[in-house]
């Protein structure tokens, strides 16, 4: 088959698999629910208040869908890295779509995992995803309580002071 034949063959098949993808009687709007500001606060707040309660000044992140932040807020009492840390932990559980926890534990099995190399993703513990069902439409990080099962205690607070919401 010549190099002619291959293109026009190729062209054809792509051309046939778009006309598929475009079909109107496959297109569909895609719904899904989202973190609003206010329950983003109230995730928010709520950490940094069992934290306080416990003695501990954290700095906290809530991250949509899209691991973009929707609030970021540290304590003013809260050491300054806390609030970059609260970030990569909340975005790294966000991504994996798992505990920031259970990642770290991935990566200590694995010391060498290309994770690693990817920007705002830390192994550590600290952060939770947020999810209704089995759908991650967040996450939550904590950082600054002396070690991260005290701040995903705080965190898990946070949620569950919003699950009823979480439907």
């Known amino acids: 088959m010549s190099q002619t034949t291959c293109r026009a063959a190729g062209l054809a098949l792509a051309a046939t698999l778009a006309a598929g993808f475009v079909n109107s009687a496959n297109a ?98 600290g952060a939770l995803p947020i999810k209704i069902g089995e759908e991650t439409i967040g996450s939550v990080g904590i950082s600054g309580a002396p070690g991260g099962d005290k701040d995903e205690v705080c965190a898990q607070a946070g949620i569950d002071k919003v699950k009823d919401d979480l439907k």
Not at 38 to 61: L, R
């Open 28 to 125: 569909q709007v895609l719904a899904h629910k989202d973190i609003s500001i206010a329950m983003a606060t109230t995730i928010a707040m709520t950490a940094i208040d069992n934290c306080k309660a416990a003695g501990y000044n954290v700095s906290v992140h809530v991250l949509g869908r899209n691991a973009e932040t929707i609030v970021g807020i540290r304590n003013p009492l809260a050491g300054v890295n806390t609030y970059e840390n609260s970030f990569k932990k909340a975005y790294t559980s966000r991504t994996f779509r798992i505990e920031s926890g259970k990642f770290a534990d991935n990566v200590g099995q694995n010391p060498v995992a290309a994770q690693l190399m990817l920007a705002n993703i830390v192994a550590a513990r």
